[in-house]
């Protein structure tokens, strides 16, 4: 599998050039990507998010797959407004906001808006402007990005100030994400990331993974700085936990599965943020430079 993963992504080559009173805790703003579907991102995106707010943490998640909404679904959840709603000035921010279970904010998103497929300077500036005049006290944002390398997955994951890619070890899974990462990197400056793997049958398949990803970023990219956030194991509670829109977490506490999403948001939380703001603008970016200072 390493060696036809190692072809493919040398065929893969394209060009690029590389005063308000908040929290007293620093806000973390973390964008959960991914360059293909189906590796089970806005599962993490929940069940992570339940997870930090099971600690005591207030959480907002974005689902920003803004044309094909899914978060409000495996929350079980039936927004009466969406972020169409708010770049279409018919709703407040506040208006939009929808209550998750154990406090957590959502900020939902549409599914079958295909404007919503690709924002324009002027939403996207009025996107940022909205966030960061939210004046709830929140500790952490968890972005569920779309899949791929869209304009839309790169303005959300350059606009956070972390990014956590999550893979699999199908080959495509591999390739894409390293597509995603080197586009980040050569086009926008964003040089920290975090290998999540998903969805697999032991540790050691997630290392693997890990090590392939670590292996090509280092031969084609310099600079970048892959660490490896940990594994989530594959259980036959995720499926049963979808099909009943409830998040596995609350559902099978007990779950393994479960037990690793714990886990994962106590490593999560023990990691510092990378250091600085980097040049990109950033969501809630006066919060962000509280910190700094």
């Keep these: 599998m390493n060696r036809s993963v190692l072809e493919k992504i040398q065929d893969f080559n394209p060009p690029g050039p590389a005063v308000e009173s908040f929290s007293a805790s620093p806000l973390r703003v973390i964008a959960v990507t991914s360059g293909k579907g189906g590796v089970g991102k806005s599962n993490v995106v929940v069940n992570l998010g339940l997870a930090l707010a099971q600690m005591g943490q207030k959480v ?130 964003e040089n920290h990331y975090r290998l999540l793997v998903n969805g697999l049958a032991k540790p050691q398949d997630g290392e693997m993974v890990y090590r392939t990803m670590l292996r090509v970023t280092e031969r084609f990219l310099g600079g970048i700085s892959l660490d490896y956030l940990g594994f989530i194991p594959y259980d036959e509670a995720i499926p049963k936990a979808v099909l009943k829109q409830q998040p596995v977490l609350t559902l099978f506490p007990r779950a393994r599965v479960s037990r690793s999403f714990n886990s994962l948001a106590k490593r999560l939380w023990d990691l510092s943020a990378p250091p600085g703001m980097g040049s990109n603008i950033k969501f809630f970016w006066r919060r962000l430079l509280q910190y700094q200072l």
């Design 60 to 189: 907002l998640l974005i689902d920003a797959d803004l044309g094909l909404a899914n978060l409000d679904i495996l929350l079980g959840l039936s927004p009466s407004f969406t972020i169409h709603d708010l770049l279409s000035l018919r709703r407040s921010l506040s208006e939009v906001m929808v209550d998750g279970p154990e406090g957590i904010k959502i900020l939902p998103a549409s599914s079958g808006i295909p404007e919503l497929a690709d924002l324009d300077k002027h939403q996207k500036m009025f996107l940022l402007g909205e966030l960061d005049d939210y004046s709830e006290n929140i500790d952490v944002v968890l972005i569920d990005t779309g899949a791929g390398i869209s304009r839309n997955v790169l303005f959300f994951n350059i606009a956070a100030q972390e990014r956590i890619v999550v893979a699999n070890n199908e080959p495509t899974s591999i390739t894409d994400a390293y597509a995603l990462i080197k586009v980040l990197a050569s086009q926008h400056g």
